[in-house]
């Protein structure tokens, strides 16, 4: 299907390509200009070597293909999203706006726990995650049953867990029903990117895991070229740095 010249336009006038352009060519006219005008080639060597180090910074971090292989460690770490038979389908929520309602993220997660009960994948859904001030009582799950309420999940058949902040507590306070309903294996729900840490938490906890994505990575086509650099990186990399360090902190601690 052709791309419209509008939005390939919208993307390369307003994207990190057209700033670098304007960036590297301003050093070139810097340049130039300092030195016919000063005569002192040292002062615009500093600012052209200034002015390099953040096109070629920007470049970069504004780069795909850069996120591509930052993440591409974590991505050979995630488990294969696997459509089984489990006892409960368990999605984790990843918070909430300042308005109350749930993150994209949080959406996305909803909607894949919602058509795993509705093909009868599982009887039972638990939301865990939640207490965030300054959302009491705690949204960030609020809007997770009302989604799947929404898409036709009972809300009998939904279960909130309430109490815990993190991944770690996440496994702990589901552990603790699971146990309460003599359930042993789950469907566990969460992006690709979450999914090491998460299933590693529940897995050293004893609970028969069956990990699923929410976001279904695997299956984005090939970035267009116009798309190559883009702003959404910064974001995209700030996430996967967050699963780094979250990685590394539950192997130090013994959590994974």
């Known amino acids: ?44 060597l500093f600012l052209l070597k ?24 974590l991505k050979l770490l995630t488990p294969k999203s696997i459509k089984q038979n489990a006892d409960a389908i368990v999605v984790a929520s990843a918070g909430v706006l300042e308005s109350g309602a749930p993150t994209d993220a949080s959406t996305r997660r909803a909607h894949a726990a919602a058509e795993l009960f509705l093909e009868k994948w599982a009887p039972l859904v638990i939301v865990t995650g939640g207490i965030t001030d300054p959302y009491l009582p705690p949204s960030s799950i609020k809007g997770i049953p009302i989604i799947l309420q929404g898409m036709g999940v009972p809300h009998e058949k939904i279960i909130i867990e309430n109490r815990s902040s993190d991944t770690f507590q996440n496994g702990i306070e589901t552990k603790k029903i699971l146990d309460q309903k003599g359930l042993e294996s789950i469907l566990l729900v969460s992006h690709d990117y979450h999914l090491f840490r998460l299933t590693s938490v529940f897995q050293k906890l004893g609970i ?18 116009w798309k190559i650099f883009d702003w959404e990186n910064f974001n995209r990399l700030r996430t996967i740095a967050h699963e780094y360090i979250g990685l590394i902190n539950y192997k130090l601690s013994g959590k994974i």
């Open 1 to 44: 299907m052709p791309v419209p010249l509008k939005l390939v336009i919208e993307f390369v006038f307003f994207s990190p390509f057209f700033f670098l352009l304007l960036l590297f060519l301003f050093g070139l006219y810097s340049l130039r200009n300092n030195s016919n005008k000063f005569k002192k080639p040292e002062k615009s």
């Open 50 to 73: 200034s002015l390099t180090g953040l096109w070629i910074l920007l470049l970069i971090t504004s780069n795909v293909l850069f996120f591509h292989a930052v993440d591409l460690p």
């Open 208 to 225: 028969h895991v069956f990990p699923y994505y929410a976001n279904r990575r695997e299956l984005e086509s090939s970035t267009p070229w």
